[in-house]
């Protein structure tokens, strides 16, 4: 494996639209993460409405994908959930997430019918708010989920420790 792509561990992808109100979560969290030190061997990605690039992005070698977005799933706005799909699974539970025409979902299986994807992917998701659609043109997060940007930013990376602290590198040695 070539030594840049031996490095690429973990990808952290935002994904949404900034114009439509609370769809923008996955890419304000980024934004923030973006801002913060992150550790060797992570990407922080705002993939935004991107859905090809990320499609790609996945087969890049890395080991764990988290892909952090809106997602509707009958919660309260503003409710962080961390959902991981079964192991060869396009289901996040349920989640009802769209990035304008490439959903997460649909990126996965173009991605696994591109090639390799990450063996671990992960999903970081906040309940938008109910006056929140993608007819909505509007460039502000509702209070609810602008709020729930810091717990999205601190539950990435306690992810990101997890998976660099209990994975190891391809020489067999402890990733740090």
């Known amino acids: 494996m070539p ?12 994904i949404g ?3 439509h109100g609370d769809d923008g979560f996955g890419v304000e969290v980024v934004r923030r ?11 922080v990605t705002d993939f935004g409405i991107r859905g090809i690039d990320l499609m790609y ?3 890049d070698g890395y080991r764990t994908a988290v892909l952090v977005d809106a ?3 009958g919660e309260e706005p503003g409710t962080v959930s961390l959902i991981e799909p079964e192991p060869g699974s396009d289901d996040f539970g349920g989640a009802a997430v769209d990035a304008h025409g490439l959903d997460p ?4 299986r173009l991605a696994r019918g591109s090639g390799p994807v990450p063996p671990r992917i992960l999903l970081v998701a906040c309940e938008p708010s109910a006056q929140t659609t993608d007819a909505t043109w509007d460039m502000e997060l509702s209070a609810p989920v602008r709020a729930a940007v810091g717990e999205a930013v601190r539950l990435v990376e ?3 420790v997890r998976e660099l602290e209990t994975h190891t590198d391809t020489e067999g040695g402890s990733v740090a």
Do not use: I, K, S, Y
Request: glycine letters at 8%.
């Open 158 to 160: 306690r992810l990101l």
């Open 33 to 43: 993460l973006a801002e913060r030190p992150v550790p060797a061997g992570v990407t």
């Open 17 to 19: 639209n900034v114009f």
């Open 105 to 108: 979902a649909r990126v996965l």
């Open 57 to 59: 992005a996945l087969g």
């Open 3 to 14: 030594q840049d792509a031996a490095a690429r561990r973990v990808l952290v992808a935002g």
């Open 71 to 73: 997602a509707a799933r």
